[in-house]
Every structure is written in C-alpha cells, then in structure tokens.
C-alpha cells in the first residue's frame, strides 16, 4: 500500500516530544512490514526551523520524507507548498493519514482532501491527551458559567484544555 503521512512536524524535531517518535516508529514499521510511506511536514522545530533540503525527499529509516517550509514560527505551521504539494499529490496514495488536528496546516490540508473527495485518518495527537483529562472538570464548571444551568450537550472549545 503506498501511504501518505502529513504531520506538522517529524523527527528531528523532537523538541515537539513523543508524538514525533511515535509518528516515526509508525512510519517505520509500516515500511518494515511492505508498505511504501512518503512524509509530508514541515521544518517546524519549535521556534526554529530544520536544517533540511527542500528541493528533494530525504530517506529516514526507509521513509521518504519530504520537508516544506513553513512561513510561520508558531504552532500554525502554515506552509503553502505543503499544502500545494498535497492538492497535487494526494490522489496518488492509497491511503492519507493525517497527524494532529490543532493548526492551520491541518486544517488546510483537510480541506484539500475534502476537495478532492479524499477520507483520511486522523490521528488527534499532542493535546487531545490532556483533552480528554479536562472534559469533566469543563463540564463541572460549565454550570456556573452560565447561570447554573447545564445545557443538554456541553459546548468544549480548544481553549478550555489549553489548547
């Protein structure tokens, strides 16, 4: 199967922590086990940018990977030539698995595969964990927010878990 992997961020950058070996360990076994995987990031490292080409995929333990620049230094991660190489390759993979879902380049890259008729996997990493932790304690507090009562389905926005 030939897979397509986009994620805001990949190893070197562990900066970022452990979804980036997670993300790789994933990557790798699929390879290891027959799989063709290409990565789609970008030179996001923290506050920093990679020191990686941009003009050629380099291979990574048998992953391909291909390396954008991003035009901010936040956690947006914004890189239209990510998003353009996306909208003119996604087609060609068998499978997309999209990593995180918190920044404009996820959004933008899912709004790509909307377009092009493209279901991907989503994998919520980095604060979805904390995410989930925070849900009762948002719901015990909603009450109060708006006047003691409690609405039939709480309303969770990212900035209630510190996104």
Same mark, same amino acid.
Not at 36 to 55: C, F, I, R, S
Not at 74 to 103: C, F, M, Q, R
Not at 115 to 135: D, N
């Given at each position: /199967?030939?897979? @397509?992997?986009?994620?805001? %961020?990949?190893? &070197?950058?562990?900066?970022?922590?452990?979804?980036?070996? %997670?993300?790789?360990?994933?990557?790798? %076994?699929?390879?290891?086990?027959? #799989?063709?995987?290409?990565?789609?990031?970008?030179?996001?490292?923290?506050?920093?940018?990679?020191?990686?080409?941009?003009?050629?995929?380099?291979? /990574?333990?048998?992953?391909?990977?291909?390396?954008?620049?991003?035009?901010?230094?936040?956690?947006? #991660?914004? %890189?239209? +030539?990510?998003?353009? !190489?996306?909208?003119?390759?996604?087609?060609?993979?068998? +499978?997309?698995?999209?990593? =995180?879902?918190?920044?404009? @380049?996820? @959004?933008?890259?899912?709004?790509? *595969?909307? /377009?092009?008729?493209?279901?991907?996997? @989503?994998? &919520?990493?980095? *604060?979805? !964990? =904390?995410? =989930?932790?925070?849900?009762?304690?948002?719901?015990?507090? +909603?009450? +109060? =927010?708006?006047?003691?009562?409690? &609405?039939?389905?709480?309303?969770?926005? !990212?900035?209630?878990?510190? *996104?």
């Amino acid at each position: /199967m030939n897979i @397509l992997f986009i994620v805001p %961020s990949y190893k &070197p950058a562990y900066i970022y922590g452990g979804p980036i070996v %997670s993300v790789a360990r994933l990557a790798e %076994s699929l390879v290891q086990i027959g #799989h063709t995987v290409t990565v789609y990031t970008t030179t996001a490292n923290g506050p920093d940018e990679l020191d990686m080409p941009l003009d050629r995929p380099v291979i /990574m333990d048998g992953v391909r990977v291909q390396f954008f620049r991003r035009i901010t230094k936040d956690h947006t #991660h914004i %890189s239209p +030539a990510l998003w353009k !190489a996306v909208w003119g390759t996604v087609k060609e993979y068998d +499978a997309v698995h999209i990593h =995180s879902w918190w920044n404009f @380049l996820i @959004l933008g890259v899912s709004a790509i *595969c909307a /377009m092009k008729g493209i279901k991907p996997v @989503l994998s &919520p990493r980095e *604060c979805y !964990a =904390s995410t =989930s932790s925070r849900i009762k304690t948002v719901q015990k507090e +909603a009450p +109060a =927010s708006r006047g003691g009562q409690t &609405p039939a389905v709480p309303h969770l926005f !990212a900035r209630d878990f510190g *996104c």
